[in-house]
């Protein structure tokens, strides 16, 4: 499949001038050149083929936010070289920008003190979107994102949910093959967030746009990704889907079982019986060991049963595991 970003020895290096802390720091701190290195990213290599939903995870200063930023053009690296649909982003920004959206979390691309409908219609003549194609998309958005309400208020008085729908829309208009989303969803209710997962999901689904995410909401991972990255201290740690990163670190599964009458013994081999009563028993093992099928089997033959469920691990808590006690460094 053709590739549409490749990232090769990416690096972001920044000078820290240090610090001095004491009786006599001011003056020292005045006076010193002194400086260290802080390597923000540190060598990725990645390729994002064509209509992937790729997110982008990693704890706070992991060098995400960075990464987005040289993959948009805001940030020059240090070395390294990235192709984004032909472009290099920080070279050839002007006509690269025309092929690319971008929403980062809190900062708005639309004008202050105008109402979001003069900001859209403005973003018309910024990107030369005919007027045809205009109309269809604004048509369309409005009605997706349910913007109708609020197209008259001035960005300024918006909600956070309601101009992060604003700003999706403006990001649209001009139909980008790639979307970079820096925290789409941060803030918001629970009612904001599925309205913009599913817009995202129709984008990526239904007009084939690339998408790249970044976000501390697994719930927006879950829903959304088909394949994540993790960074931490700059380096490209885990790239791969998320029944991989689940099967290797997410811990037991468990089974709920619920019998059609009750059975004194219901325990089996090479699972562990967490809690039984009430014809309801729940079980938990190690995919490693025993798979959810072979369990199945196993209390089929020997009993009768009503209904069952598998759960998987949650993944908050494995990527919140994998991150405190470094399961991935290198």
Known sequence: ME????????????????????????????FTRESTTLKAVDQ?????????????LGPNGAGK??????????????????????????????AYVGHIGAVFGQRTTLWWDLPVIESLELLKYVYKIPEVR???????????????????????????????????????LHDPVLLFLDEPTIGLDVVAKERIRDFIKFLNQER?????LTTHDLADVQK?????????QGKLLFDGQLERLQERFGGK??????????YPDVHIPQASLKDY???????????????????IGQLSARYQIQDLTVQEPDIEATIRTIYEKRLLST
Not at 21 to 29: D, E, M, V, Y
Not at 67 to 94: A, H
Not at 155 to 168: E, K, W
Not at 224 to 231: A, E, H, K, N, V
Request: proline letters at 3%; glycine letters at 6%; one cysteine or more.
């Open 3 to 30: 590739s549409i970003i490749k990232v090769e020895g990416l690096a972001k290096h920044f000078s820290v001038r240090k610090h001095y802390k004491g009786r006599f720091a001011p003056l020292k701190n005045f």
């Open 44 to 56: 990725l290599n990645f390729a994002i083929a064509r209509g992937e939903l790729v997110g982008y």
């Open 65 to 94: 936010s960075t990464t987005l930023k040289m993959l948009t053009g805001l940030l020059v690296p240090s070395q390294g070289d990235v192709r984004v649909n032909g472009f290099n982003p920080w070279k050839e920004r002007k």
């Open 134 to 172: 205009f109309k269809e998309n604004l048509t369309s958005f409005i009605d997706l994102l349910e913007l109708s309400p609020f197209l008259g208020t001035p960005v300024r008085s918006l909600s956070l949910g309601q101009r992060m729908r604003a700003d999706l829309c403006a990001a649209l």
């Open 208 to 212: 084939g746009t690339t998408v790249i």
């Open 224 to 232: 959304l990704c088909q394949r994540i990255m993790i960074i931490d």
């Open 253 to 262: 599964r468990q089974l709920i079982v619920d019998f059609s009458e009750h």
């Open 277 to 295: 009563q009430n014809k309801r028993a729940i079980y938990e093992f190690d995919r490693r060991e025993l798979s959810a099928s072979e369990l």
